[in-house]
Structure formats: structure tokens, C-alpha cells
């Protein structure tokens, strides 16, 4: 379904990602952990083409998005849904305008059926009646919600969650693994969550990769990464600061 | 040494030079978007309401005491060699060909070229133009153009208005207040005004109103760097577009009235 193959990216210099190689089969859910400024981010912008790799490639169902023009790759966009690590809603719409804006650009259907069918995505997302407040007046846990809603609107085949439990208080973050969980059980998609929630990789993923170092260190299920004998992977998903992992700007 | 002289140099003008190949890139990219549909009119309505009706108040007050200080300026020196009747063509000229188009723009920049910087810089910072993207919208087409088109036609439009309010100020500070006949101040007004003078200033306008947004889109695009790379988004728009229309002003006046 989606296959990163050597992928080298940096930015002013610096080298974040320095040839990662990744595949998600179709309804995988594939978590990819590492630590604050490993490049998790970076990564997941590349697989919706919103970055574009310095070398390698990146193939979603057997199309290299480097080789599409702006209306091809917009066509395989709509494929996926995305959910920002701040929820990334348009503060100048109210909510049901932000979760139906695909809908309203993207579709023929009225304002009124557009707001029908955001409020039917809230309510799978767990929200009522918030459907004409302004994002401002949310919490961050409803705000992740309603980027959920905006991100399952135009039913897509490929979800990507980009830190979804980063911020939120522990019932609340575990209430959206749930509904990450529900999403892929009722919608059928395909998943790539980036976390340092390590409770939360467990939980969500059926396949968890290690970023480190701008390359992939370590893949497998989530019963492998919690034993794993590499020095790195322990460190990071038993939470040590003792190890072989460089903290920047860290002198340990 | 020479290399370093040379290192030195490049690394001043490199950034300067990275900004102007951005602002054509993102030029071309709007031009690019003006011509291909979806057209958002919507989007291009607001913005119109935003750059133009919203900015009519302080443009009038503007206009209105440019044209009375420039009324009693005029008055006061021109006594001196009893020139008092060609108050009425200076301020209508001064007006026309210079004060309607740069006031408007200064004062339009301020206010909304300041306010485009912040909202599109927050909307940079808060991952919404990646999410505009990650929907399937160029976030050029559907925040830049607009602005971009809208600056365009409203500016003239409040220079159009500037002009006549700055009329009406210098006609009465002459008339009411220094008591210059009527029809004399009127005549003066109207016999030296050519075509040119208003349709040279209109063009400066539409120049400024283009220049101001694509600057403050720009600024605002490529922010980075949290709530304090906002402000600095902000404050450069507002300088560097300030900047342009003054110096591209003189340029264009030098090519439009020569």
C-alpha cells in the first residue's frame, strides 16, 4: 500500500532522515516510534507528498509521488486522511465548516448536506452539539477529535496520525487509541501513527518501526520491539536516560 | 583572504537573494492560480470587504486632513508671492498624482497587509496550510490569490475615494475657513486636472495593492518559528511592503509622467 525506499531528507544542512526504507501492507496499522526531533514528522509529511524527498522515493498503491503533477498527486491526497499532532483546524470555520471542507471542495453537495454528513462523523468521533462552535471554544482533546472527524470525512483508504495522543491528559489520550482502534475495526484503513507514546504504540499498532538516526533501526510486532535486544530500542520503550541514546544538547 | 572577503559577501547577500527568487516563485505560482478554476470567489469577496470596506474609515479621516493641511500648507506659503489661486490645482494634482495611491496604500498595508502576515504566518505555525495541502487545496490558489486579487482592485478603488475626500478637504479649509471664492477654487481645481493625472495614480494603486499583498502573503507563508516568528512575519511585511511602494513610487511616477 505505501512503500518509502531510501529516503535521504535535510534541512539547512542538517540530515534528518538518511535512507529510510518502510512498507505498510493494505489494513496495517504501523506505528513508527522514536524520540522528540528524530524526524517522525518529516517522515509522515513525505508519505502525503507534503514534502518531497532529496533522494529516494516514496510509493502509495504502486505510484511514485515524485514523478506526479500538482492535480495527480491532489487526486491520490484524497485518498488520506490526517490527523495534526495540534489538530491543525481552521480557526475562521466553525466545526462542522472544518470537518465537511474536503466535502464542500471536493464534492457537489450542498451546505446543509455537508453539514448532515459532519455531524454523522462527529457523532462517530464521540462529539454532539458542537457542531457550530468555533474550534477556539474546544478543548485539546476535543480538538483531536474534531481533526479526526475532519480526517474520516471524505472516507479514506489511508489514515495518518501524526503525535494523536501528544498533549492530552492519560484517559484522554487513551480514549483516542480507542477510537484509532474503532477508526481501523469500522472505516477498514490502512494506518501510520508517529508517537512517543510507547503505551500507545502498544495498544494501536500491529507493527511498530524504531526511527533513530534518520534510518529505521528496528521493526516488528509490539511483543518483539518490547523485548528487543538492541541496546537503542530498549532504552527508548523502557524510558531510560541511561544508555546509548544521544540526548541533544544533553550532557550526560 | 580573498575567499574569505568573497564567503563574507555571499553569506550577507544570501538571504536577501533566497527572499526575491521565493517572492517570484510564489509571483508565478499566483499568476498561475488566477487562471485556472476553481475560482474562489468567495474567499475573493471577503478579502475585498476586508482590504477595502474595512479600511474606509481611517482612509477618509486620512484623506480628508491631508487635503485640509495641504489646503492651508499651500495657502500660507503661496501668499508669500500671491500664488493664493492655485491653491485648488496643487491640492488636486498633489492628491491625484501622488498622496491618493501612497497614503492608501501606506495606510492599507498597516492595517491589512499587518493582519494578512499574522493570520497566514499563525496558519503556517499551526500546520493549517499543511492541512489545506494534505486536502487536496493549493493553499497558493486559495489564501494568496484572493488577497492578491483583492489588493489589486480595491486599492484603486480607495485611492479613487482618497482623491475626492482630499478634494472636499482642501475646498473647505480654502473656502470655508480662508475664504477663497468658490467658483475661483473650483476652476483652479479642474482647469490644470488632466486624464493622466487620475488614470497614472490609478496604476500606481493597483502596483501597490499587488505589491502589499504579495509581500504580506509571503511573509506570512514562509514564517517560522512559533508566536515570536509571527511577529517578526508581521513586522517585516508591513516595513519591506512600506519600503516597495515608496521607492517603487518614485520608479513609476518617473515612467508614468515623463
Given at each position: 500500500?505505501?512503500?518509502?525506499?531510501?529516503?535521504?531528507?535535510?534541512?539547512?544542512?542538517?540530515?534528518?532522515?538518511?535512507?529510510?526504507?518502510?512498507?505498510?501492507?493494505?489494513?496495517?496499522?504501523?506505528?513508527?516510534?522514536?524520540?522528540?526531533?528524530?524526524?517522525?514528522?518529516?517522515?509522515?509529511?513525505?508519505?502525503?507528498?507534503?514534502?518531497?524527498?532529496?533522494?529516494?522515493?516514496?510509493?502509495?498503491?504502486?505510484?511514485?509521488?515524485?514523478?506526479?503533477?500538482?492535480?495527480?498527486?491532489?487526486?491520490?491526497?484524497?485518498?488520506?486522511?490526517?490527523?495534526?499532532?495540534?489538530?491543525?483546524?481552521?480557526?475562521?470555520?466553525?466545526?462542522?465548516?472544518?470537518?465537511?471542507?474536503?466535502?464542500?471542495?471536493?464534492?457537489?453537495?450542498?451546505?446543509?448536506?455537508?453539514?448532515e454528513a459532519a455531524i454523522?462523523?462527529?457523532?462517530?468521533?464521540?462529539?454532539?452539539?458542537?457542531?457550530?462552535?468555533?474550534?477556539?471554544?474546544?478543548?485539546?482533546?476535543?480538538?483531536?477529535?474534531?481533526?479526526?472527524?475532519?480526517?474520516?470525512?471524505?472516507?479514506?483508504?489511508?489514515?495518518?496520525?501524526?503525535?494523536?495522543?501528544?498533549?492530552?491528559?492519560?484517559?484522554?489520550?487513551?480514549?483516542?487509541?480507542?477510537?484509532?482502534?474503532?477508526?481501523?475495526?469500522?472505516?477498514?484503513?490502512?494506518?501510520?501513527?508517529?508517537?512517543?507514546?510507547?503505551?500507545?504504540?502498544?495498544?494501536?499498532?500491529?507493527?511498530?518501526?524504531?526511527?533513530?538516526?534518520?534510518?529505521?533501526?528496528?521493526?516488528?510486532?509490539?511483543?518483539?520491539?518490547?523485548?528487543?535486544?538492541?541496546?537503542?530500542?530498549?532504552?527508548?520503550?523502557?524510558?531510560?536516560?541511561?544508555?546509548?541514546?544521544?540526548?541533544?544538547?544533553?550532557?550526560? | 583572504?580573498?575567499?574569505?572577503?568573497?564567503?563574507?559577501i555571499g553569506a550577507i547577500?544570501?538571504?536577501?537573494?533566497?527572499?526575491?527568487?521565493?517572492?517570484?516563485?510564489?509571483?508565478?505560482?499566483?499568476?498561475?492560480?488566477?487562471?485556472?478554476?476553481?475560482?474562489?470567489?468567495?474567499?475573493?469577496?471577503?478579502?475585498?470587504?476586508?482590504?477595502?470596506?474595512?479600511?474606509?474609515?481611517?482612509?477618509?479621516?486620512?484623506?480628508?486632513?491631508?487635503?485640509?493641511?495641504?489646503?492651508?500648507?499651500?495657502?500660507?506659503?503661496?501668499?508669500?508671492?500671491?500664488?493664493?489661486?492655485?491653491?485648488?490645482?496643487?491640492?488636486?494634482?498633489?492628491?491625484?498624482?501622488?498622496?491618493?495611491?501612497?497614503?492608501?496604500?501606506?495606510?492599507?498595508?498597516?492595517?491589512?497587509?499587518?493582519?494578512?502576515?499574522?493570520?497566514?504566518?499563525?496558519?503556517?505555525?499551526?500546520?493549517?496550510?499543511?492541512?489545506?495541502?494534505?486536502?487536496?487545496?493549493?493553499?497558493?490558489?486559495?489564501?494568496?490569490?484572493?488577497?492578491?486579487?483583492?489588493?489589486?482592485?480595491?486599492?484603486?478603488?480607495?485611492?479613487?475615494?482618497?482623491?475626492?475626500?482630499?478634494?472636499?478637504?482642501?475646498?473647505?479649509?480654502?473656502?470655508?475657513?480662508?475664504?477663497?471664492?468658490?467658483?475661483?477654487?473650483?476652476?483652479?481645481?479642474?482647469?490644470?486636472?488632466?486624464?493622466?493625472?487620475?488614470?497614472?495614480?490609478?496604476?500606481?494603486?493597483?502596483?501597490?495593492?499587488?505589491?502589499?499583498?504579495?509581500?504580506?502573503?509571503?511573509?506570512?507563508?514562509?514564517?517560522?518559528?512559533?508566536?515570536?516568528?509571527?511577529?517578526?512575519?508581521?513586522?517585516?511585511?508591513?516595513?519591506?511592503?512600506?519600503?516597495?511602494?515608496?521607492?517603487?513610487?518614485?520608479?513609476?511616477?518617473?515612467?508614468?509622467?515623463k
Amino acid at each position: 500500500m505505501i512503500e518509502l525506499r531510501d529516503i535521504h531528507k535535510s534541512f539547512e544542512g542538517k540530515s534528518v532522515l538518511r535512507g529510510v526504507n518502510l512498507k505498510v501492507n493494505k489494513g496495517e496499522s504501523l506505528v513508527v516510534i522514536g524520540g522528540s526531533g528524530s524526524g517522525k514528522s518529516v517522515l509522515l509529511k513525505h508519505i502525503i507528498g507534503l514534502l518531497e524527498p532529496d533522494k529516494g522515493s516514496v510509493f502509495v498503491k504502486s505510484t511514485d509521488l515524485s514523478h506526479l503533477d500538482e492535480v495527480r498527486l491532489n487526486e491520490i491526497r484524497k485518498k488520506f486522511g490526517m490527523l495534526f499532532q495540534s489538530a491543525a483546524l481552521f480557526d475562521s470555520m466553525t466545526v462542522w465548516q472544518n470537518v465537511g471542507f474536503s466535502l464542500k471542495r471536493h464534492t457537489g453537495m450542498t451546505d446543509r448536506e455537508i453539514k448532515e454528513a459532519a455531524i454523522r462523523k462527529l457523532r462517530m468521533v464521540g462529539l454532539v452539539g458542537v457542531e457550530d462552535e468555533m474550534p477556539s471554544e474546544l478543548s485539546g482533546g476535543m480538538r483531536k477529535r474534531v481533526g479526526l472527524a475532519r480526517a474520516i470525512a471524505m472516507e479514506p483508504e489511508i489514515l495518518l496520525y501524526d503525535e494523536p495522543t501528544t498533549g492530552l491528559d492519560p484517559i484522554m489520550a487513551d480514549a483516542i487509541n480507542e477510537l484509532i482502534i474503532k477508526m481501523r475495526e469500522r472505516l477498514h484503513v490502512t494506518s501510520v501513527t508517529i508517537t512517543h507514546d510507547i503505551k500507545s504504540a502498544y495498544k494501536i499498532a500491529d507493527t511498530v518501526a524504531m526511527l533513530y538516526n534518520g534510518v529505521i533501526i528496528a521493526k516488528g510486532s509490539p511483543l518483539e520491539i518490547q523485548n528487543s535486544s538492541d541496546p537503542v530500542v530498549s532504552q527508548f520503550v523502557e524510558g531510560r536516560a541511561e544508555g546509548p541514546i544521544v540526548l541533544e544538547g544533553i550532557d550526560k | 583572504m580573498l575567499v574569505k572577503v568573497i564567503e563574507f559577501i555571499g553569506a550577507i547577500i544570501e538571504r536577501p537573494l533566497q527572499g526575491v527568487g521565493r517572492i517570484i516563485l510564489l509571483l508565478y505560482a499566483t499568476l498561475r492560480g488566477m487562471l485556472r478554476p476553481p475560482f474562489e470567489i468567495r474567499n475573493i469577496v471577503r478579502q475585498m470587504l476586508e482590504i477595502g470596506v474595512n479600511s474606509l474609515p481611517v482612509v477618509l479621516i486620512t484623506a480628508v486632513f491631508t487635503g485640509m493641511v495641504l489646503a492651508l500648507q499651500s495657502y500660507t506659503g503661496f501668499k508669500r508671492f500671491g500664488a493664493e489661486g492655485l491653491v485648488g490645482t496643487v491640492v488636486a494634482l498633489s492628491m491625484t498624482r501622488e498622496l491618493g495611491p501612497v497614503l492608501s496604500a501606506l495606510i492599507v498595508t498597516g492595517r491589512a497587509g499587518a493582519a494578512m502576515a499574522a493570520e497566514l504566518g499563525s496558519m503556517r505555525v499551526t500546520e493549517q496550510i499543511d492541512a489545506l495541502e494534505a486536502m487536496a487545496t493549493n493553499p497558493v490558489k486559495y489564501l494568496v490569490v484572493p488577497r492578491f486579487l483583492s489588493g489589486m482592485i480595491m486599492l484603486p478603488a480607495l485611492a479613487v475615494v482618497t482623491n475626492i475626500v482630499g478634494i472636499i478637504g482642501g475646498y473647505m479649509v480654502s473656502v470655508v475657513l480662508l475664504g477663497t471664492n468658490a467658483t475661483s477654487y473650483l476652476r483652479a481645481t479642474w482647469n490644470f486636472l488632466q486624464f493622466q493625472d487620475i488614470y497614472s495614480g490609478l496604476i500606481k494603486a493597483c502596483f501597490f495593492g499587488a505589491a502589499f499583498t504579495l509581500i504580506s502573503c509571503y511573509k506570512g507563508f514562509y514564517t517560522k518559528g512559533g508566536a515570536e516568528g509571527v511577529g517578526r512575519a508581521t513586522t517585516g511585511a508591513v516595513v519591506i511592503s512600506s519600503m516597495t511602494i515608496l521607492i517603487s513610487d518614485y520608479f513609476l511616477s518617473a515612467w508614468l509622467f515623463k
